[in-house]
């Protein structure tokens, strides 16, 4: 019997055997709270968007795109944040996706696992995943003041402190996948006389590849929405021009978010709104690219 | 008779000993990318130690730790870190007040109430939570939390920002951090222990209560400390919404500045490598570093000490 047809033969029996139990005032009353727990975060979710669409509605028109910030909030857009977001992600995810899977191939094909440095690094990344992302501003700060690149401001050094933020990410996301690959994969390669990185070249990583996009992907839109290391890495300025390459300057659309929020006057909170629903729309379009990935081409062993 | 020689001549033919430069430097990038990332635990830590102790040089580290007056930008600087250590505090004390309760909650009503199929809608829905970006809930909290709600409709006695509305839309962004990892744990308790339970004459309530519950207890417990830890080094939202003065918090409604709130808002103005201004962010950051880390080893040691394995 599987677990959850087992599962289910277990509530039919509880419901059966004790019925006068389960409709007593306390049972009712206790399934009545935890719906309600249920009912409180879904509204909450609710309300924070419903809001944030309405607040944003009048400024959700071609000028977010098209218009560079001003301090007149008639005037601004987010042109160069959105760019700037786009630049930041995409240079992440280069940095990024290579370095994690070899560091998982390694961790899940051929660590020898109860050696002490294979423990130490495990260990370790699930440390860092845990570790604030301010940190990892601070972390990519102080490495440029060691190289001594002054202007900070620019696209990869954004980039290179998202990529150590989702850099533990994206190693657990694939190793999990690799871990899904049945060892009947691997034997049979292995069999046929194929090396064992022609195993995992040619095998185990083609099967596992759905796996790492979705998970990466995930991680990505982690990083798309993250605002704190780059604040610290002088990610706030005003860009009159489109960030064009690796060594541009750039603004991300979080850090444009929170410098419109913290103004005073109510037209760039209408802009932080709109802006957010704009950012808002991109993680989803992200998280429904994950699911379709996972959902089609996902493999059942 | 057949097989001893056989055997000696496979061991002859050692197959590993074949030099494949291919495959040696494909396993040493892969092994030189997993040592990359102890590079990066090293390297945070000379980031943030090497600053510190250039301030602690100046700065003795009990008028750091003990100090009540946080002003490091003032002509008469003052490095008490205490208030921001109570601003956090608050923070997330309150967010956890909400977040324990309502992920508890949703967790043992998906594990252990609800149908498959309402169990495949609500987690993805809850997961969603976790996936709106930090500054979004940071504008709801100030914009519509604290300015709309607690001042326009239930005139609470509090200014533009509020440690409660900071740490109160924090809670929410946690629940689905509890809730799922609560939910693992608890659904990994066997079956049999709730067939024990329904046998003896217990419903489903006192069932999850004082059966599964407990059972699964080092699970929901690394799950609220992981909880903590997110809310301790949480950014965006109590730059926001907090309060940017640094003073000792008295009461929900008060505003106060973070740990993570004054790192934030460091950054913003452009203090030269070096300076004691600049130090002073690296001094905070460790502290908050050596925090989640300590919050983070509790767990880990939590979860090996207390598990119980079936």
Known sequence: MSPKSMQEAVHKTVRGRAKGGESSPKSIVFLIILWLAILFALVFLAVLIVTTIVDGWNRLDSRLFTEYPASDPEEAGARPAILGSLWVIGTTAVMTIPLGVAAAIHMEEFANRHHWFSRLIEVNVQNLAAIPAVIYGMLTLGAMGLMGVSNKNQVWVGALALSMLILPVVIIATRESLRAVPAEIRQGSLAVGATPLQTVWRNTLPAAVPGIATGSILALSRALGEAAPLLLLGGLVFLSFDPNGITSGYTTMPIQIFNWTSRPQAGFHELAAAASVLLLVMLLAMNALAIVIRNRYQKRW | ?310
């Not at chain 2, 419903?203 to 699964?216: H, I, M, W, Y």
């Open chain 2, 1 to 310: 008779m057949t097989s001893a020689p056989a055997t000696t001549e496979v061991a002859h033919l050692d197959l590993t000993r074949k030099p494949r430069p291919w495959d040696t430097a494909a396993r040493a990038i892969f092994r030189v990318a997993a040592a990359l990332t102890i590079a990066i635990t090293l390297g945070i830590l000379v980031a943030l130690i090497v600053p510190s102790i250039e301030f602690f040089s100046e700065v003795p580290i009990n008028e750091f730790l003990f100090g009540t007056r946080w002003a490091p930008r003032f002509a008469d600087a003052s490095f008490g870190v205490v208030p921001l250590v109570t601003a956090t505090a608050w923070t997330t004390v309150i967010a956890l007040f909400f977040a324990i309760p309502l992920g508890l909650g949703a967790a043992i009503f998906m594990s252990e109430f609800a149908h498959k199929r309402t169990r495949k809608i609500l987690k993805p829905v809850l997961e969603v939570l976790a996936g709106i970006p930090t500054v979004v809930y940071g504008y709801f909290a100030v914009q519509f939390i604290q300015a709309t709600v607690f001042r326009d409709w239930l005139n609470l006695d509090t200014g533009s920002f509020s440690v409660l509305s900071a740490g109160f839309v924090m809670g929410i962004m946690i629940i689905p951090t509890i809730a799922s990892i609560s939910e693992d744990a608890m659904s990994a308790v066997p079956n049999s222990l709730r067939q024990g339970s329904a046998a003896l004459g217990a419903n489903r309530r006192q069932t999850s209560l004082k059966v599964v519950f407990p059972a699964a207890l080092s699970g929901i417990i690394a799950a609220i400390v992981l909880g903590i830890s997110r809310a301790v080094g949480e950014t965006m939202i109590v730059a926001l919404a907090a309060g940017q003065q640094a003073r000792i918090v008295g009461g929900p409604l008060e505003a106060g500045q973070t740990m993570t709130g004054f790192i934030a808002n460091a950054a913003l103005g452009d203090s030269r490598v070096g300076s004691l201004e600049y130090n002073t962010l690296f001094a905070v950051g460790l502290l908050l570093f050596l925090i989640t880390l300590l919050i983070n080893m509790i767990s880990i040691w939590i979860v090996r000490r207390f598990r119980e394995a079936y």
